[in-house]
């Protein structure tokens, strides 16, 4: 029996419809291009594995704000947990982790910055710290970032953190290498260097259970993004739809409490300004 073609069209249209809803509704809030990481049904995620409180693996678990922060945007683009897999990604490989498809996007305190963003599309920023300074406890000598002349300053490979007081500021401290801050951290209880200096939530993180303290002299601000291949802009989108609704609905308040509360620190609970997707 031959199927008049008016019928034929509307089938195909009722089809399309249906099975446009049923992508929609699994994918939570992304459906974006195929590609994009608003369309995947499952993730890589490049977090930190060394910085307490923040991105820290241990037994095989990734603990810290970063990863609770890429949890929740995973499920709202309809990735529930059982489908992350986090992979450490040090400051040092970010970009080019993205670029070769290591990772779908990197959750690891990853300031945006216009250097950064001729290769990588950011959403967010997700949180703005400010840079601050760590010292050994017993350490009175300095007290601002004018008074790291003359000091042994961490230089993380991949941070920006040192250049902002060496290269920004023309403050004359001796930079000395480290691959991590974990490893500033060692350095700085051997006395191997004087002084760490970038953002607070990484140094409250390290600052527990250890003799050192933050000199609380903050003196920039820093803009956490979520980093995504370049050029996926349908994905920035939807990352930052769900950082909205991640502070709308009091939860990014929570998890800043969880992880940030006993630290001293003022935490920012309002919806950071985003930088828009390019």
Not at 265 to 273: D, E, F, I, N, Y
Request: glycine share 10%.
């Amino acid at each position: 029996m031959r199927i008049p073609r008016g019928r034929v069209r509307a089938g195909a249209a009722v089809f399309t419809a249906v099975a446009a809803v049923a992508a929609a509704a699994g994918c939570g809030i992304g459906g974006g291009e195929a590609g994009s990481v608003a369309a995947k049904r499952s993730l890589v995620i490049g977090v930190k594995a060394d910085q307490p409180g923040l991105g820290l693996r241990s037994g095989g678990t990734y603990t810290g704000f970063d990863v609770d922060v890429a949890v929740y945007i995973a499920g709202r683009l309809g990735v529930p947990r059982s489908r992350i897999t986090f992979r450490a990604t040090p400051s040092s490989i970010r970009e080019k982790s993205l670029r070769d498809g290591d990772v779908d996007m990197i959750v690891a305190t990853y300031s945006i910055t216009a250097k950064r963003k001729t290769q990588v599309t950011f959403a967010g920023p997700y949180y703005v710290p400010h840079q601050d300074t760590l010292v050994r406890a017993d350490d009175t000598t300095i007290r601002n970032v004018r008074d790291l002349a003359g000091k042994r300053l961490c230089e993380v490979t991949g941070s920006n953190s040192w250049r902002r007081v060496i290269e920004e500021r023309k403050i004359a401290a001796t930079p000395v290498r480290s691959p991590t801050y974990s490893r500033c951290m060692d350095m700085l209880a051997a006395g191997r260097i004087d002084a760490v200096s970038t953002d607070d939530l990484i140094l409250a993180g390290f600052a527990a259970d250890r003799p050192v303290k933050i000199i609380n002299a903050p003196f920039t601000d820093e803009k956490y993004g979520v980093g995504l291949r370049k050029g996926d802009l349908d994905g920035c989108e939807a990352v930052n739809r769900a950082i909205t609704q991640m502070y709308q609905s009091g939860h990014a308040a929570t998890l800043l409490n969880k992880w940030f509360r006993r630290s001293g620190l003022k935490l920012a609970t309002s919806v950071p300004q985003f930088e828009g997707c390019s």
